[in-house]
């Protein structure tokens, strides 16, 4: 097949997931054109199936905003004219399922028919897309969809919840590498971040407000009173500036580290002991399962799609939002007693590969084949 995906070239867990889900498909034979504004965050590989096409939105003074929508929806119908796509794939509801319905409108009238599929990822159906200004696009567009899917049964539930969709909406659970994200000694380099043995704590994310990345603190700063422990904070975003202050006025920014955007997470992953995920909400939590994948346990909210994924009293635990006294409590727990803390890792391991790439490819695969012989 020749399989069109459209995403955020970021470091979000949309982004991440189409460019590992294009990866494994390339890797299986598969033609994949990767569609965006600029090269993708994990497309660091060299493949004779792997292609990348870039958006430029031309800058003119009259745009106060450039029209990103429609320059997108005109590369689409290039793409699929001149490389003969078979299906698009689209990540991330804002806008890129407006932008192919667009771009399949235009290219009817060339008598050329091309599918797209919406896969739902989180933010755009809980937070922007309930937006005044954005939901009725976001629901005409996902209806217009060939195909939905969403990345957990809680997403599914929310899209139903808060949208007209007519439509029956798949879930195909987020995946990841198990070749990738192993357990590995890496002992040396642990040697380095926790010198006389410290427990190693790690959050990643995008630091917007709804990651609640303060919560990680205060709970470090609670942590560090009876467990010798580090702390690195890996990502970037508009509150990083309140975490490093809040960590200067807790004095535990001698133990705490934070790192930016990373791209080798699982080095980080296999040295870390313990991973915090405080968020308001989380459509899955990605960065959660790759963590697992390393065996790491994982302390995180009861919300939204983490609770299919971290299961409390093996795999972690489950804490509601803003609690941070149970959640240091319960870090202290694993964190003071090592055959408790290894058996919680065994655990991690052991769930994450029910969500091995291997087994979701399958499924895609399946529904383009699906798609693409009834379009």
Known sequence: MKIGIVLYPTFGG??????????????????????????????????PNIYYHE????????????????????????????????????????????????????LKAENIHIPFITTLHGTDITLVGKDSSYRSV?????????????????????????????????VIHNFVDLERFKKNDLTDFKKQIAPKGEKIITHVSNFRPVKRIQDVVHAFAKIQE??????????????????EELCRKLGTCKHT???????KMEDIFNISDLFILPSTYESFGLAALEAMACGVPVISTN?????????????????????????????????????????FKENAMEHAKKFSLKDILPKYESLYLNVINNK
């Open 303 to 343: 919300t939204g799609g983490l609770p299919e994924i971290n299961l409390n009293g093996s795999t972690g635990f489950l804490t509601e939002i803003g609690d941070i006294e149970t959640m240091s409590e319960k870090s202290i727990y694993l964190l003071g007693n090592d055959k408790v803390l290894n058996e």
């Open 55 to 106: 958006v430029s939105v031309p800058q003119y003074p009259l745009f106060e905003y450039p029209p990103y929508e429609t320059a997108l929806a005109s590369t689409l119908v290039n793409v699929v004219k001149h490389k003969k796509l078979d299906i698009l794939h689209v990540h991330y509801a804002i806008p890129h399922a407006s932008s192919a319905y667009l771009a399949q409108q235009m």
């Open 14 to 47: 949309s982004g991440v997931m189409a460019t590992e889900l294009g990866l494994g498909l390339a890797e299986k034979g598969h033609e994949v054109h990767f569609i965006t504004y600029q090269e993708p965050a994990r497309l660091n590989v060299f493949s």
């Open 138 to 170: 976001v629901t005409f567009s996902i209806n217009q969809s060939n195909a939905i899917t969403a990345v957990s049964e809680n997403l599914k539930l929310e899209t139903y919840k808060f949208f007209d969709v007519h439509k029956e909406i798949e």
């Open 257 to 263: 580290r934070f790192l930016g955007k990373q791209e």
């Open 226 to 243: 009876r467990v010798p422990a580090k702390l690195l904070m890996v990502g970037d975003g508009p509150d990083r500036q309140l975490a």
